[in-house]
């Protein structure tokens, strides 16, 4: 199918899937996922692709991402640090670990390092609480955590 | 030749973090370096239940219980346990030194529980169909569709007394009879798999370990109902859930359990994933199907009923995943048989997640009517680092507090809502003395008030109302006036709100003044912080007697803000001093207090 869209390149498979997804009900929020997959988060541009291939409003893909906690419209570091704050954690000090990530990177939470390396996002419940407090960097889960591990940890993806 | 071992490496979530991916493999590899991979089979399972004690390795015919498994111990196991067949002592759980060989009945966090929904949990590999059979799996969708119609289906469902395990505690005949009334060529089946509730992971326990209980279940739901498509609405936080799910899915299809014509009965019966993104609301039913049609995920007026008029306008069955794992264990074993369990108000058993300041994390399953008492001390040992109980929070962000006094009720629906808190989906979070009540209602609050979709304003405003008079009182800055406040905003939101969310966000409130109104009056009129957790209303000393002048305290604050000469006694600058605690964790010497 013509697109006028073309300021940014969706992956075949991202858009074979757009194209499997078209017809069926409900299939906005399915889609999102698939193009935050991709890049990390929803530019807008792709946003704007997505409305011109499935034919729904820009405003209303708007209205979806932003009422989901889980889709970004900016661009995550490249390894993004997520504190889980589920109540377990909290209550085993997830919010100092957070206050330490923040002084050892010099960001604050959902702000990215300046060489894009970094970034620390307030997560919620991941669902290892016999583990608490827990972080998570990319696939890795890190459990039972305490402010002396994470200069170790940070490095360990610099 | 007859197989000599089973290994079952525990693969759920909190194990697989810890490394039991790599446990997996290098048990595989040794197996095959020591020669013995052809008198072994090795199996990664769900989740065991017993996260504190995690990665778990279980040994079969033996029953060898190991825990806290490094990926480097693979090598001892095979070489000792398999090959000259000694157990590897130093890895065996055993909590009392007298007792070396620890059999898994022995062990007191299992004692006293009775699993029903998680009765394969730890026992077969979730990605093998065949291990799910085996346990009779299956077994009772071939007796609905050959023996039972789907009234007697909803009999056996009303004998059985089995109430919705997502919160409310509706029963669940009731629920699968409105639809199945309901004359409407579509009809749909949903599994509630969006587990938000923070501090709980049994849904995902349950479908990482045994995700063809929930098919099973659902299949038979739309038999009984007259519905041929099912939705199973997961959290995008939960991979492993969901790779489960599919592979499952994708074995079902291919023994005929899924899809056209099932077990060559003539119904047929398919499901479909649906991913959630992250909206705590999307647990509200109605709200959760409007997420299924991709829309914003929020609440509707009912009636109309989902049971009726649900996803797109058609009439749902919506169970959440506790629920429809206890559906085929009911109908093969009758509904008379899961009666006898539990208390007169609530039948069956309840998972919990019992985390927080307890000494065993981990899921577990108890018969309803089991007292907190035998939860918290039996099965979760007490309270870590010899610190004192002080409440347990059961009901999430819609619950409340539970207090010394009340440990021995048995819980059910009603006994708990009776004392102010509620079943909720089975999140049970212990806290010690070090925790501050008003600190915690104040965490609750703040979840709900980010997750209140907007659309009523009792929710939306009532709310932050809230929220912001809790922060006032944790900065020190209450008024007597703020209590009555809360409880006026309080009893407004319960009455007005459109949905759960917004009807249950006081309770951590009203919960809390009613159990610990004087914690809430030190905050208010002392400018005081019992637990020592509120930033603003403590402040870091150096005693006198204690300190030696190590200097340790003043190396590590990252302010500089604590003064004195090496072998001279310090003192911290309250000016500067951030209250970040560092020095309470370095000094050797408990030269440091928090006033």
Request: proline share 4%; net charge negative.
């Amino acid at each position: 199918m013509s697109v006028k869209n073309d300021t940014i390149k969706f992956s075949d498979e991202l858009t074979k899937f757009i194209m499997e997804w078209k017809e069926k009900p409900g299939n906005l929020i399915m889609i999102l996922h698939k193009v935050q997959e991709e890049f990390g988060y929803i530019p807008r541009d792709a946003a704007d692709k997505v409305s011109e291939m499935i034919k729904v409003p820009l405003a209303k893909i708007y209205g979806v991402i932003t009422f989901y906690h889980f889709f970004k419209l900016t661009k995550p570091g490249d390894f993004n640090i997520q504190v889980c704050m589920g109540t377990a954690c909290y209550l085993k000090g997830g919010d100092g670990l957070i206050e330490e990530i923040e002084s050892l990177l010099g960001i604050k939470t959902n702000e990215v390092t300046k060489d894009g390396k970094f970034s620390i996002e307030a997560v919620r419940c991941v669902g290892c609480c016999g583990l608490a407090p827990v972080l998570v960097v990319g696939e890795e889960v890190f459990g039972k955590v305490t402010k002396d591990q994470l200069p170790g940890i940070i490095s360990k993806f610099n | 030749m007859a197989l000599r071992n089973y290994i079952l490496v525990c693969g759920g979530t909190g194990c697989e973090s810890a490394g039991a991916d790599s446990i997996y493999k290098n048990l595989i590899s040794e197996c095959e370096l020591q020669g013995v991979a052809d008198e072994v089979q090795i199996i990664k399972t769900g989740c065991f239940g017993f996260c504190e004690q995690g990665p778990i390795v279980k040994i079969l015919p033996e029953d060898s219980f190991y825990v806290q498994v490094k990926p480097e111990d693979a090598k001892e196991l095979v070489s000792e346990h398999i090959v000259k067949g000694r157990e590897v002592a130093r890895l065996l759980y055993n909590k009392n030194e007298s007792k070396k060989h620890a059999k898994v009945e022995d062990i007191e966090f299992y004692q006293k529980q009775f699993r029903i929904v998680l009765r394969n949990c730890g026992f077969i590999n979730p990605e093998n169909i065949d291990e799910y059979v085996a346990r009779e799996g299956y077994a009772a969708l071939e007796k609905v569709l050959f023996e039972m119609t789907p009234d007697d289906v909803i009999n056996e469902l009303k004998v059985a007394g089995l109430r919705g395990r997502g919160g409310a505690g509706f029963p669940s005949w009731m629920k699968w009879n409105f639809t199945k009334q309901v004359e409407d060529d579509v009809k749909y089946v949903v599994c509630n798999a969006d587990e938000g509730d923070p501090g709980a992971y049994m849904d995902r326990s349950t479908l990482e370990g045994d995700p063809h209980s929930i098919l099973e279940a659902m299949t038979i739901a739309g038999y009984t109902c007259g519905a041929s498509k099912g939705y199973i609405y997961i959290r995008a936080e939960y991979p492993l859930a969901i790779k489960r799910l599919e592979i499952a899915m994708g074995q079902a299809r291919e023994y005929g359990l899924l899809g056209e014509d099932i077990l060559g009965s003539g119904f047929g019966f398919d499901i479909e994933i649906r991913l959630g993104a992250g909206a705590f609301v999307c647990g509200e039913e109605t709200a959760l199907l409007a997420s299924i049609e991709g829309e914003r995920g929020m609440p509707r007026p009912r009636p109309p009923f989902p049971a009726v008029k649900g996803l797109w306008g058609r009439p749902t069955v919506i169970n959440n995943v506790e629920t429809w794992a206890n559906i085929p264990v009911i109908l093969l074993k009758g509904g008379e048989w899961f009666s006898k369990i539990g208390t007169d108000d609530s039948k069956g058993t309840k998972v919990f997640a019992l985390t927080g300041k307890i000494r065993n994390s981990g899921l577990v399953e108890v018969p309803m009517g089991t007292t907190l008492r035998e939860i918290i001390f039996d099965i979760g040992g007490g309270i870590a680092n010899g610190r004192e109980f002080k409440a347990v929070q059961t009901g999430g962000p819609s619950g409340g507090v539970i207090t010394k006094e009340h440990l021995d009720t048995p819980i059910d629906y009603g006994s708990l809502t009776g004392l102010g808190s509620m079943m909720g989906s089975g999140g049970m979070i212990v806290m010690d003395e070090d925790d501050c009540i008003v600190d915690v209602t104040k965490f609750y609050l703040g979840f709900s008030v980010d997750e209140s979709c907007g659309k009523c304003s009792p929710c939306r405003i009532g709310g932050r109302s809230l929220y912001n008079l809790l922060d006032k009182i944790t900065k020190g800055d209450g008024e007597m006036e703020d209590i009555d406040k809360m409880k006026e905003i309080g009893a407004a939101m319960k009455k007005a709100s459109l949905c759960g969310l917004g009807q249950t966000a006081p309770n951590p409130i009203l919960s809390t003044l009613h159990y610990f109104e004087k914690e809430y009056l030190a905050h208010i009129k002392d400018k005081r912080c019992p637990a020592g957790k509120c930033k603003e209303l403590i402040s870091y000393n150096i005693l006198a007697d204690k300190c030696i002048g190590c200097t340790a305290c003043a190396r590590k604050c990252p302010v500089d803000a604590i003064i004195g000469e090496r072998r001279q006694l310090h003192r911290i600058d309250p000016d500067l001093c951030i209250k970040c605690g560092v020095c309470l964790e370095t000094c050797k010497f408990g030269a440091v207090f928090v006033r």
